[in-house]
C-alpha cells in the first residue's frame, strides 16, 4: 500500500517528499519491515540503506534518518530506511542479547541489498549508518562488493570487549587522548564543575584510570578483530567512504585517524573525513543535523555527479 507526502515544512524551506511505501525483505528466514523512499522523478539506479543507529528503530535519533532519507531521494537516489532483526516491525531477535556495538546481524543487510538490487533494479548500493549502524555499514561492506561506497557517521572506532559498558571498552590510546584533555582544563573551574556533575565524564575518567593501569592486553573479542579486518579490507579495496564525526563526539577520532592513516599507508584510498562543529554523537542541535546531511547530500552529488544537488 503506498502513501504519498507532497510536501514538508522543515524550518523554513519547503522540502518535496517523494512517494515513499512499506516493504517486506527477507533475511534468513525472518520478515525485515522497511520503508523505501523511491528517487524522485525516476532517479538513477543508486540505492542508499539506512541501518538502525543502536537499538532506535528506523527513523534514527531524532527522526534523522528520515530528514535525510527524503532529502537524498530528493537529488536522485532511492533511499530504504530498515530494521534489523528484532527491531521495530521486524521478526526476530537482536543477536548476542544487544549488549554490544556488534549486535547487528550482516545478513540483515545483504538481504536488504538483495531487496534493492533484485526488486529495485538498484545497481549501485550505498551504506549509512550511525555508531553500530557504521559498525555493521563497514562489515557488510568488506563482505559485499555489491557495496559501492559506504557514509559513516559517529563510528565507534575503539577497541575493547564485547561489552561497551564495561571498563575496557576503551583502549589505551583513548584514554591517553582523554587524560592530555582532562590536564588541559584542570585550572578551568567550569570545565570542572561539568566533570563532577555529569555521570558520562565521571565514567569517562574512571575508566581512562583503569584502562592505564591495567596490564596490557592484546587478546579482544573476536567481534573486535572481524571489525577491524573488515576496515583494513575495505580501506584496501579502494572504495569511497565519507566518514562523519561531532566536533563533540565522546569517542576520540585519534584512534580512527592513526588506523586510517596505517592501513591505506601506501595503497591511496577514496576516504574523506569531516567534523561537524559542535555536533555531538547523533547531530542533535538543528545546526549539527543540517550539516551533516547537507554535507552528505554534497559529498553524493559530487561521486555520483550525474544527480542534481537541488
Not at 52 to 65: D, E, F, K, S, T
Not at 100 to 114: N, P, V
Not at 190 to 209: E, G, T
Request: aromatic share 12%.
Amino acid at each position: 500500500m503506498y502513501f504519498e507526502l507532497v510536501s514538508r515544512k522543515i524550518g523554513k524551506e519547503i522540502v518535496s517528499v517523494s512517494m515513499e511505501k512499506p516493504v517486506n525483505l527477507q533475511s534468513k528466514g525472518r520478515r525485515l519491515f522497511g520503508i523505501l523512499h523511491p528517487a524522485e522523478n525516476n532517479g538513477r539506479k543508486m540505492g542508499i540503506i539506512f541501518l538502525n543507529a543502536g537499538l532506535q528503530y528506523r527513523v534514527g535519533p531524532h527522526r534523522i534518518y528520515v530528514k535525510a532519507a527524503r532529502r537524498f531521494s530528493g537529488i536522485g537516489f532511492s533511499v530504504l530506511r530498515m530494521d534489523f532483526a528484532g527491531i521495530g516491525e521486524s521478526e526476530g531477535e537482536i543477536e548476542y542479547g544487544g549488549v554490544d556495538i556488534d549486535y547487528f546481524d550482516i545478513a540483515d543487510t545483504l538481504g536488504a541489498i538483495d531487496f534493492l538490487t533484485k526488486e529495485e533494479e538498484v545497481e549501485k548500493i550505498i551504506l549509512l549508518g550511525i555508531c553500530a549502524g557504521a559498525r555493521n555499514a563497514l562489515k557488510a561492506a568488506a563482505k559485499d562488493h555489491r557495496v559501492d561506497s559506504i557514509i559513516s557517521w559517529s563510528l565507534p572506532f575503539i577497541y575493547g570487549s564485547e561489552n561497551p559498558v564495561k571498563n575496557d571498552s576503551i583502549s589505551e590510546i583513548a584514554a591517553k587522548y582523554y587524560l592530555r584533555g582532562v590536564m588541559k582544563k584542570a585550572l578551568n573551574v567550569r570545565a570542572w564543575k561539568s566533570y563532577l556533575f555529569s555521570d558520562k565524564y565521571l565514567y569517562l575518567i574512571k575508566n581512562v584510570f583503569w584502562v592505564l593501569g591495567r596490564k596490557k592486553n592484546k587478546d579482544y573479542s573476536e567481534r573486535q578483530r572481524e571489525f577491524f579486518e573488515a576496515f583494513e579490507t575495505f580501506i584496501f579495496s579502494g572504495r569511497k567512504a565519507l566518514f562523519i564525526y561531532g566536533e563533540k563526539e565522546i569517542i576520540p577520532i585519534e584512534e580512527f585517524k592513526i588506523k586510517l592513516e596505517e592501513f591505506s599507508q601506501g595503497k591511496g584510498h577514496a576516504c574523506e573525513l569531516y567534523i561537524v562543529p559542535n555536533g555531538d554523537h547523533t547531530f542533535l542541535s538543528r545546526e549539527a543535523e543540517r550539516d551533516v546531511i547537507e554535507k552528505t547530500a554534497g559529498w553524493l552529488a559530487k561521486e555520483y555527479n550525474e544527480g542534481k544537488l537541488g
